[in-house]
């Protein structure tokens, strides 16, 4: 169920009788035909108190456009049957509660001027909170721990740079949680555990990337809002153009037209904002080549992602090896054997003949 914002209260109005304004009613009133609860209309009458003269079961009531500084629960407590309130638009700065208002479903608390959140006890019933446009610009761990049945949780439009990790500890129920339009820079990642959501908007903020595991495992989503975020597409942004492109169903834009809001599927939505080379590319276009999780050092060309320190595009990723000290060449060892004396020359020895008188020729007798 959506929380009853100014257009919705319009449709209402649209499904409900004339207004009629009882004897001594500052408000009037009419009988809601779809929710069939009095619906009481005490807007822009420039109160600065909540008025007392109101019907016993009022179950709607409008507050907005008025002057309430400062508002308590006890201010409710002639109300017992109230399950709706509207207190947008009072420059409200202060909401006190405690004095429970057991019926309560929807609390509208947007465009005032709060600085912190309530606490927010004494509403068990609360399954819409709306707190758009304040100036919120922190939340404690298990800030929402008293209001468990929240369904819905609207934080658009503060003044957020970090969360908790514990923010939106015990919110087991909530379905819708819109965080866009922030100055969200990081988020931790798991601020999203526990939850089971449907709706999860995070336009318009401050964030370059998101932490690994960030989307629970196994639970589809289906709606998220990722536009107008200066995505840095690097090799930290891995994890999200993965779950971009595995989630590509899920990821919507919306745009404000002259015929009304409009809500469309869009994967090409979140563009990279830096390095400058890829600005204004869709994330999902954007291709890594990372050499192991977590290298923000080079995307799919080859190059530097931090400017003004470029490599040749050519040139393809390598593993590098530390640099070692030079090893001399090796030399053989070899078996020295002890010296030797050395060995004279071996003259082959002869026999040596007795020396013989030369024996004259003979000459042949001749007849």
Same mark, same amino acid.
């Given at each position: ?6 257009? +919705? ?15 001594? &009613? ?9 929710? +069939? ?58 909401? +006190? ?9 929807? *609390? ?46 609207? *934080? ?12 939106? &500890? ?59 975020? %200066? ?27 002259? @015929? ?38 080079? @995307?799919? @060309? ?25 090893? %001399? ?14 060995? %004279? ?23």
């Amino acid at each position: 169920m959506l929380c009853p914002t100014s257009p +919705h209260l319009a449709l209402l109005a649209l499904l409900s009788v004339a207004d009629a304004v009882g004897p001594g &009613e500052p408000c009037p009133s009419e009988m809601n035909t779809f929710k +069939h609860r009095l619906r009481v209309n005490c807007s822009g009458q420039g109160l600065s108190v909540v008025p007392l003269a109101l019907p016993t079961n009022t179950s709607i009531l409008l507050l907005s456009s008025n002057r309430l500084a400062s508002v308590s629960t006890a201010a409710f407590q002639h109300l017992p049957e109230l399950a709706e309130l509207d207190l947008s638009g009072n420059a409200l700065g202060v909401l +006190h509660t405690g004095p429970p208002l057991p019926l309560l479903q929807e *609390l509208v608390l947007s465009h005032n001027a709060l600085g912190v959140l309530p606490t927010l006890q004494g509403l068990p019933a609360l399954t819409c909170l709306v707190l758009a446009h304040n100036n919120i610009s922190g939340l404690l761990p298990g800030a929402f721990r008293d209001v468990g049945q929240l369904t819905e949780l609207n *934080l658009r439009g503060n003044q957020l740079r970090t969360l908790p990790e514990e923010a939106f &500890e015990g919110l087991a129920m909530l379905k819708d949680l819109d965080l866009s339009d922030n100055a969200l820079e990081e988020l931790p990642r798991r601020l999203l555990a526990g939850l089971k959501l449907d709706k999860l908007s995070l336009s318009g903020n401050q964030l370059r990337t998101l932490p690994s595991g960030f989307f629970p495992e196994g639970h589809i989503l289906a709606y998220v809002y990722l536009a107008g975020n %200066p995505w840095r597409c690097d090799c930290g942004l891995a994890y999200l153009r993965g779950w971009i492109e595995d989630n590509d169903f899920s990821i919507y834009i919306q745009e404000q037209r002259p @015929d009304g809001l409009l809500t469309e599927n869009d994967p090409h939505s979140p563009v990279c904002d830096e390095p400058l080379r890829h600005h204004g590319s869709p994330v999902l276009e954007f291709q890594q080549a990372c050499s192991k999780a977590g290298d923000t050092d080079l @995307d799919i @060309d080859g190059t530097m992602t931090e400017e003004g320190t470029p490599v040749p595009s050519a040139t393809v990723p390598s593993t590098t090896l530390p640099p070692t000290n030079p090893v %001399p060449p090796t030399i053989a060892s070899s078996t020295t054997l002890p010296p030797t004396n050395p060995v %004279p020359p071996t003259i082959a020895s002869s026999t040596t003949l007795p020396a013989t008188t030369p024996v004259p020729p003979t000459i042949a007798p001749s007849t």
